[in-house]
């Protein structure tokens, strides 16, 4: 079945040690986006990629950064994660973006990061 | 000012209908309104989508006022495996941001 594939599912990282987490898709979809999410709150968009062009969240901190090498995977490197940092973190695809365009977002199960 | 404004929380028991309402009162003209639900845990996953008018689907209804500002998710006989947060999406110009949900809680 096509899908959205997160890994790892929970990852450790220690105080100010690069972390990336990984995400890749057999949907084939243009977009690619990344949330985060802490405990009983809503997903909040970092960024987004149409195809190559990177779309950063204006409230999005340096902190974060993304790759997409190719239309499958997308990465989410966590430079220097902060103990605030510890989240679950969420990518979702979609087919399309742009006004007009169907929206229906397509979500991984998501990967718990821990920051001790 | 927000995007979406729905109900913080709802209590239901199986059977019953449940009906959400999101309000999105600056929706664009060619924006369509997503729902989502998600379980403790998990991603959101989809559940219907609609532009104006009714849409439904094997698992709920969407109804949208002529207006557009608000809609209604419509779950028809909950169950206990109903209980989850539901989302209501409205891009508004590609910004993808999720209000704070509604958490649904079903009870025996």
């Known amino acids: 079945d096509a899908m959205v594939i997160q890994n790892p599912r929970y990852q450790v990282t220690q105080f100010g040690k690069p972390v990336t987490l990984s995400c890749s898709q057999t949907l084939n979809h243009n977009v690619m986006y990344w949330y985060q999410q802490k405990s009983s709150q809503a997903p909040k968009l970092l960024f987004h990629y149409y195809d190559k062009d990177f779309n950063n969240e204006a409230d999005t901190p340096d902190n974060f950064q993304s790759r997409r090498p190719n239309t499958s995977f997308c990465f989410l490197d966590i430079r220097s994660p902060g103990l605030g940092d510890a989240a679950m973190y969420l990518c979702?695809?979609?087919?399309?973006?742009?006004?007009?365009?169907?929206?229906?977002?397509?979500f991984g199960p998501g990967t718990r990061l821990t920051v001790t | 000012l927000a995007k979406t404004t729905q109900p913080i929380s709802m209590d239901s028991y199986e059977g019953q209908e449940v009906n959400i309402t999101c309000s999105h009162n600056?929706?664009?003209?060619?924006?369509?309104i997503t729902w989502y639900q998600q379980f403790p845990s998990q991603g959101p996953r989809f559940i219907i989508q609609?532009?104006?008018t009714k849409v439904t689907n094997e698992v709920a209804s969407l109804f949208i006022p002529a207006d557009r500002k608000s809609s209604t998710l419509s779950l028809p006989r909950v169950s206990l495996s109903d209980t989850a947060v539901y989302y209501c999406l409205v891009p508004n110009n590609n910004d993808m941001r999720f209000g704070a949900g509604t958490r649904l809680t079903v009870k025996p």
């Open positions: 979702a695809t979609s087919r399309d973006h742009g006004k007009g365009s169907s929206y229906e977002q397509y």
């Open positions: 609609g532009y104006k």
């Open positions: 600056n929706i664009a003209t060619n924006d369509y």
